[in-house]
């Protein structure tokens, strides 16, 4: 399985000295070592820490290479909630044009994985889950829910991702 980073919300640390919100560190390591997993080898690979919303099309290009290269069949992608459905859509265009047989599982977090009341773990959690149980194919895993990447959308007024009915 590969974990794939590309920053976001999940990876932000707050700086007092700034007053604000800065994805200097990854805390992928200690997330993954609290998750307590137990027979599943998972391999990180940090593409960038971005906000997702000062994301362009060469860093989706990234993770689309990231997803269409490895060997592995299972990947996670850790990815800002903003545009998280803008790049799944990319990567599911892209593995459907040229046959690949993938299963590809996005996921955020709507607070940072540092704040006590941080969603990041479950997140974390379920997308591993939903990676090894899904069939081939590209999906979004946010508030205990696993999304077709083209049935999903961020209600930014709620806070959540929900279902769309048609795409």
Same mark, same amino acid.
């Given at each position: 399985?590969?974990? !794939?980073?590309?920053?976001?919300?999940?990876?932000?640390?707050?700086?007092?000295?700034?007053?604000?919100?800065?994805? /200097?560190?990854?805390?992928?390591?200690?997330?993954?070592? *609290?998750?307590?997993?137990?027979?599943?080898?998972?391999?990180?690979?940090?593409?960038?820490?971005?906000?997702?919303?000062?994301?362009?099309?060469?860093?989706?290009?990234?993770?689309?290479?990231?997803?269409?290269?490895?060997?592995?069949?299972?990947?996670?992608?850790?990815?800002?909630? /903003?545009?998280?459905?803008?790049?799944?859509?990319?990567?599911? *265009?892209?593995? +459907?044009?040229?046959?690949?047989?993938? *299963?590809?599982?996005?996921?955020?977090?709507?607070?940072?994985?540092?704040?006590? *009341?941080?969603?990041?773990?479950?997140?974390?959690?379920?997308?591993?889950?939903?990676?090894?149980?899904? +069939?081939?194919?590209?999906?979004?895993?946010?508030?205990?829910? !696993?999304?077709?990447?083209?049935?999903?959308?961020?209600?930014?007024?709620?806070?959540?991702?929900?279902?769309?009915?048609?795409?």
């Amino acid at each position: 399985m590969l974990l !794939l980073l590309c920053g976001g919300t999940i990876d932000k640390t707050y700086i007092p000295q700034l007053e604000k919100y800065m994805s /200097d560190k990854t805390h992928f390591s200690e997330m993954i070592a *609290r998750a307590n997993l137990f027979d599943i080898s998972l391999t990180v690979h940090s593409l960038f820490a971005k906000d997702s919303l000062e994301m362009n099309d060469e860093d989706r290009e990234q993770v689309v290479e990231a997803c269409a290269k490895t060997s592995e069949e299972e990947i996670l992608v850790a990815h800002g909630t /903003d545009t998280m459905v803008e790049t799944a859509t990319v990567v599911a *265009r892209h593995l +459907e044009q040229h046959g690949i047989k993938k *299963r590809v599982v996005f996921f955020g977090a709507m607070i940072p994985y540092e704040n006590s *009341r941080s969603d990041a773990l479950f997140n974390l959690g379920t997308a591993i889950m939903a990676v090894q149980i899904v +069939e081939t194919g590209v999906f979004v895993a946010m508030n205990g829910q !696993l999304f077709p990447w083209n049935f999903v959308r961020k209600n930014r007024e709620k806070g959540v991702f929900e279902k769309l009915t048609t795409s």
